[in-house]
């Protein structure tokens, strides 16, 4: 995921909206690939005087496997994410 950041960098109050689509069904984690279609993220990066400033929101479906009587299911996951980039 790349954002092109030198134009807003150079604008105080700017706003750059975005929405991607990760495809990460792939990836493996402890031998198993619970991502069951692709992340979708949508956000924003903010310059608030000089810093910039991402907020984001995360959202996908994992398979994944109960740890208590070991049927699959699958569930919906959103996160929440924020962090200053400069």
Do not use: H, I
Request: glycine share 4%; proline share 7%.
């Amino acid at each position: 995921m790349k954002l092109d950041l030198k134009p807003l960098a150079q604008q105080p109050g700017a706003v750059l909206p975005f929405v991607l689509q990760v495809d990460l069904s792939d990836m493996e984690w402890y031998g198993v690939r619970p991502f069951v279609q692709p992340v979708r993220v949508e956000g924003q990066v903010r310059n608030r005087a000089g810093a910039l400033e991402l907020q984001a929101q995360l959202d996908t479906v994992l398979s994944l496997t109960c740890d208590r009587c070991a049927k699959p299911f699958e569930r919906e996951k959103t996160v929440e994410y924020e962090t200053l980039l400069a």
